[in-house]
Every structure is written in C-alpha cells, then in structure tokens.
C-alpha cells in the first residue's frame, strides 16, 4: 500500500453549539430551568420544571454534514474533533481504580457514577484533564428494560456451554447505559489498484492414492483498476482502549460487532442526553485515526471494484494499492450502548467477559466464559459422530 502525503492544513467545518447554553449551562428553552433529563425510549429532552418536551436539531440537517462530500478537500474538523468545548466545564474524566477505564462525570447534575466495563463506583477525587467534548450524540432509544431483556435471552441462549458459576451469578439488572466515543468521518478518495488475474484453462490430476494430486493452467493477465468514491459517515473508534481488539484481558471487541448506528439521527451536543448515563472520553486525535481511516477506504474501494474482475475465476491477487483521500471532514459524536460485564477468573488469570446492545437497533452480542470440559465431551461426541457416519457410507457404498 502506497500512502498518500499527509493531507494539508485543518480547516474547521461548522459548529455544533448548543443554542439553549448560556453562561456555559444547558437550560431549558422554555423557562430557562437547568432541570433536565432524556426520556427514557425516545430521543428527546424533558425539563421536569415546565414539563416542556423538545429534542436538539439534527446534525446532519443543520450542518449539511451529509452533503458536497464530492466535492471536500483537505481535512475539515467539527469543534468538538479539535478543542475542547469550553462549555463543557463541569465534564471531569475519572480513572476507575478497579480497571483502568476512563469514565466521563457530570458533575452539574452527579459527584459519582459507576464503571460500564467493571461496575466500580467512581467518585471525582481522581480528576483527569479531560478530553475532547463531542459534537453530536445519538440519543438512546431502546429503554433499560428491552436491554436487560435481550442481555438475558442472549445468555439463555448459550447456558449450555456457559461456566456453572456464570450461571449461577448472571445478574443482567446490572446492566449500565454508556455512550461511547467516535469519530464518524466523510471521505472523498480516488484508489488504483495494480495486480494479477488468471482464467483457468484446464483442470487435471496426476498420481494416484494418497500421491494424488490436482494441478491447473490459467492465462494469466495484468490487472489495474482506477475508483473514485465517496464515504458517507464511515464510523471509527475514538477511544485507545476500546480499540485495542490484542487485550487479553476483556472482551471489548465485541462492541464492534453491534454496529451500525444511525448516526443520522444524532443531534446537537447537549451534555443533558447524559443524565443517568456515563460515558467515556476521546483520547484519539485525526492523526492517529488516519491510518484506520485510509485502511478502512481501501477495503470499500476493492469490495467496489469485485464487480468488475469476475471473469477472472481463479481470481485477483492485488500487488499495488495506492489510496488518494482528497478531502475528509470529521465529526466526534457519542453512540449509546447498553452494557453488561462480568469479571471471571480461571486458573489465576482473569478476564471480564461483556454483552453489549445497539440501544438503537437492539443488535446484542457478547462472551460468556465457557465451560472447557463441556467443549471437550461436545469435541469429542462430535468426533465420534462423523467417524459412525463415515462407516456406514462405507458399508452402504460396498
């Protein structure tokens, strides 16, 4: 892979400001009361003085974050990809003691909150400068309910092969609401592809018994492939420790398998979306997340060009990839997940297993520790299965 030259000088696409914040507080649009909390299973807000019910302004409208992607270039960054958003002052990041995790505290509306990854009740006596604030959040709309209720059907479902003492302290009312850091990044980008495609010819086998072999010939010709494209919301991890996929000691890849989102819907930041949530912060700048990014443009642009090389039957084997990004423009937004996580140790190593929900699409998925001994009697009945089948294919077959 060829890399393009680092793409020039950051341009700062719209701003997301919150236009009910004054003096650096959310306040209700109505009255003005700073008394406010998402409704639970929809994407609005609720001021409990007032009762008035309203939701902020779609991003993507507001913005135009979905159009002239064609036609970007350079990097463009929302504020809340940049700087830190002064409004969000009474936002504190807080190191939980129990696993490391970096949790994002309220402090206008709570003094403590639990860990989403380990449950550790967290207080604000361990500050850390905080990081970016987002640009957009993507609401929860699935209630807590719907999430304990398909966590609880996700565990059933494997109880089999689960850990007795798995089962025994499955507790899925400890479920924890997170919104989790992302970046969701528009690309407009040109690849050339460069490689070699065969057509096979002839097919035959040489040898006999277990020498047997089977040989091929093929015309073998160059191939090249020129795409231009665009990427509309290409959704990347923001945050370092989520996106170590090698940690040995959880099971966080597993948020990865419940996307997409749609982002979308998301609004406007308004830190009041966070009440009765917690929430991690972002700790990876563009720099870092450009080469995933590029890396993530590539596979779209080959999966965009198997259209074209199907006559090749013997395939394509891509030698030179070169990926133009002309022009990106990225957005920090907060995606809603429901959480479940339980801490398990087995001959002195530990390791916390996590069920996560979409809590927009309800999509689950997770680990649960699995009884070894239950794999290896199913292994071995398994085993013993196909070598009974096999017999008797080969009595019938004599």
């Known amino acids: 892979m060829t890399t393009p030259d680092p793409v020039g000088p950051h341009t700062e696409a719209p701003r997301t400001q919150d236009p009910h914040l004054q003096d650096g507080v959310n306040r209700c649009p ?63 990041t807080v190191k939980c003691a129990g696993c490391g995790a970096e949790v994002v505290v309220n402090t206008a509306t709570e003094l403590s909150a639990r860990c989403h990854w380990c449950r550790h009740v967290l207080t604000i006596n361990e500050q850390m400068p905080n990081g970016a604030v987002p640009d957009a959040v993507l609401p929860f709309h699935l209630t807590r309910d719907d999430a304990v209720t398909r966590i609880a059907r996700f565990a059933r479902s494997r109880r089999f092969f689960a850990h007795a003492r798995f089962k025994a302290e499955f507790t899925p009312e400890n479920v924890v609401g997170v919104y989790l850091p992302y970046m969701v990044v528009d690309a407009n980008a040109s690849t050339d592809l460069v490689g070699v495609g065969e057509v096979q010819t002839r097919r035959y086998t040489r040898g006999s018994g277990n020498d047997q072999k089977t040989y091929y010939d093929a015309d073998v010709y160059r191939v090249q492939r020129h795409v231009e494209f665009t990427v509309d919301d290409l959704t990347v991890e923001s945050s370092a420790s989520r996106a170590d996929m090698s940690s040995p000691g959880n099971t966080n890849n597993i948020v990865n398998s419940i996307l997409p989102f749609d982002t979308k819907n998301a609004v406007s930041w308004n830190a009041d979306y966070l009440n009765g949530y917690t929430s991690e912060r972002r700790d990876r700048d563009v720099d870092l997340l450009l080469p995933h990014v590029q890396d993530d443009l590539l596979s779209i642009a080959r999966s965009q060009v198997v259209p074209t090389i199907d006559r090749y039957d013997r395939g394509v084997r891509w030698e030179q990839e070169r990926l133009d990004l002309h022009g990106s423009r990225w957005v920090s937004m907060y995606l809603p997940v429901w959480l479940y996580s339980y801490y398990h140790v087995e001959g002195g190593t ?49």
């Open 350 to 398: 530990g390791v916390v297993h996590y069920i996560a929900v979409n809590a927009r699409t309800g999509e689950t998925m997770g680990s649960v520790p699995l009884a070894k001994g239950k794999l290896v009697l199913a292994s071995l009945l398994a085993g013993t299965a196909a070598e009974i089948i096999a017999l008797v294919l080969l009595v019938v077959g004599s």
């Open 30 to 92: 109505k009255c003005g009361s700073t008394d406010i909390r998402p409704q639970p299973g929809a994407d609005t807000l609720m001021c409990l003085f007032c009762r008035f019910v309203w939701s902020e302004a779609r991003v993507e409208e507001k913005f135009g974050l979905g159009e002239g992607i064609g036609d970007l270039q350079g990097v463009q960054l929302a504020s809340g990809a940049r700087d830190i958003d002064p409004a969000a002052s009474g936002l504190l």
